[in-house]
T-cell receptor
Framework: DAKTTQPNSMESNEEEPVHLPCNHS???????IHWYRQLPSQGPEYVIH???SNVNNRMASLAIAEDRKSSTLILHRATLRDAAVYYC?????????????FGTGTRLQVTL | GAVVSQHPSRVICKSGTSVKIECRSL??????MFWYRQFPKQSLMLMAT?????????EQGVEKDKFLINHASLTLSTLTVTSAHPEDSSFYIC????????????FGPGTRLTVL
């Protein structure tokens, strides 16, 4: 599996934008870039995913570099409820049987 | 929609006993479910892929005789930790895919196992 590299931790002030980077220099052509987050003592939840183009949804935006070797998850206005570990994951293809391999993730702290 | 539940949420057992953890997809059918283990302050580690009606596929280094997986229906997969020992104490999480949203995995809330 192609690997991802993320900073161990980041801090943000509430109501400010947050940019969470992810490097994936060995990404293959069939790898989708997925982001999940895990709140304390809970299972992960899906945030967003993309292949080549930038993506937006109600939770976040995903900016993908033109060479696809890096991406950035953007939370437009961080709230205290966004404090979590954010995982950037490369997933080969699509479909319900395609597994996820979690890396170490970025622990986001949000302060008032 | 696409809710995954786990039961129990917490379990404490004595060393040497077996513990069964259930993972249910409440409002969708899942032919494939995944089981993960997470130690404190660490990331999730995929243990196995559970396939309805067939044998599970285990990741390298995971003992299939110790972690028994049964996926007897399209809404239920079970993980049995046999002859549990303190080092098996961990947070066990399952996930399932919904064909209506094939790009997402839906995760259960997790089961915290403590082996005394």
């Amino acid at each position: 599996d192609a690997k991802t590299t993320q900073p161990n931790s980041m801090e943000s002030n509430e109501e400010e934008p947050v940019h969470l980077p992810c490097n994936h220099s060995t990404i293959s052509g069939t790898d989708y870039i997925h982001w999940y987050r895990q709140l304390p003592s809970q299972g992960p939840e899906y945030v967003i995913h993309g292949l080549t183009s930038n993506v937006n949804n109600r939770m976040a935006s995903l900016a993908i570099a033109e060479d696809r070797k890096s991406s950035t998850l953007i939370l437009h206005r961080a709230t205290l409820r966004d404090a979590a570990v954010y995982y950037c994951i490369l997933r080969d293809g699509t479909g319900t049987a395609s597994k996820l391999t979690f890396g170490t993730g970025t622990r986001l702290q949000v302060t008032l | 929609g696409a809710v995954v539940s786990q039961h129990p949420s917490r379990v404490i057992c004595k060393s040497g006993t077996s513990v069964k953890i259930e993972c249910r997809s409440l409002d969708f059918q899942a032919t494939t479910m995944f089981w993960y283990r997470q130690f404190p302050k660490q990331s999730l580690m995929l243990m196995a892929t559970s396939n309805e009606g067939s044998k599970a596929t285990y990741e390298q280094g995971v003992e299939k005789d110790k972690f028994l997986i049964n996926h007897a229906s399209l809404t239920l997969s079970t993980l049995t930790v046999t002859s549990a020992h303190p080092e098996d104490s961990s947070f066990y999480i399952c996930s399932a895919g919904n064909y209506l949203a094939p790009n997402e995995q839906f995760f259960g809330p997790g089961t915290r196992l403590t082996v005394l």
